[in-house]
């Protein structure tokens, strides 16, 4: 594991807070691993949470795109990449630098993991739904993956 990678554990994590912390670090050239991408939550109620990401998805074509993710991890890898000027080869290098796992990999187990301050859900005051409820909602099937 190299001195400036960072193992990030998304566990209760407000999913947008994250995400623009991350992206600004990997900008800097930090070497960044998100596990427990699936508890992550989003703020706001689960029926229009979950509304809003169902009609998301009936935007675009299925062969021509764009295509949505359904799996937690890749739908906190999209809203990282929303925050990252991506078009741009400093963003495309910062992407390259990011890995986002659903659950704790074997290989990462015994390493030291980071909670982000001032991103946790206890903060907020309003309800909220796990990424991994609005995956399944959408079409993610836990078992299949």
Same mark, same amino acid.
């Given at each position: 594991?190299?001195? &400036? #990678?960072?193992?990030? &554990?998304?566990?209760?994590?407000?999913?947008? @807070?994250? $995400?623009?912390?991350?992206?600004?670090?990997? *900008?800097?050239?930090?070497? !960044?691993? !998100?596990? +427990?991408?699936?508890?992550?939550?989003? =703020?706001?109620?689960?029926?229009?949470?979950?509304?809003?990401? /169902?009609?998301?998805?009936?935007?675009?074509? %299925?062969?021509?795109?764009?295509?949505?993710?359904?799996?937690? &991890?890749?739908?906190?890898?999209?809203? !990282?990449?929303?925050?990252?000027?991506? /078009? /741009? %080869?400093?963003?495309?290098? $910062?992407?390259? @630098? *990011?890995?986002?796992? !659903?659950?704790?990999? #074997?290989?990462?187990?015994? /390493?030291?993991?980071?909670?982000? %301050?001032?991103?946790? $859900? =206890?903060?907020?005051?309003?309800?909220?739904?796990?990424?991994? &409820?609005? $995956?399944?909602?959408?079409?993610? +099937?836990?078992?299949?993956?």
């Amino acid at each position: 594991m190299d001195r &400036d #990678e960072t193992i990030v &554990d998304a566990n209760g994590m407000i999913l947008g @807070r994250m $995400a623009s912390i991350v992206a600004k670090r990997l *900008l800097n050239g930090e070497k !960044i691993t !998100i596990v +427990n991408a699936e508890n992550a939550v989003i =703020s706001g109620r689960r029926k229009s949470t979950i509304e809003q990401a /169902k009609a998301f998805l009936q935007i675009g074509y %299925p062969k021509a795109g764009p295509h949505h993710p359904r799996r937690p &991890d890749e739908i906190v890898r999209r809203t !990282i990449r929303g925050m990252l000027p991506r /078009k /741009k %080869p400093k963003g495309q290098q $910062a992407y390259k @630098r *990011l890995r986002v796992y !659903i659950g704790f990999p #074997e290989e990462l187990r015994g /390493k030291e993991t980071e909670t982000i %301050p001032d991103t946790g $859900a =206890s903060k907020l005051r309003c309800p909220y739904v796990r990424v991994s &409820d609005v $995956a399944k909602a959408i079409g993610w +099937n836990p078992l299949g993956d």
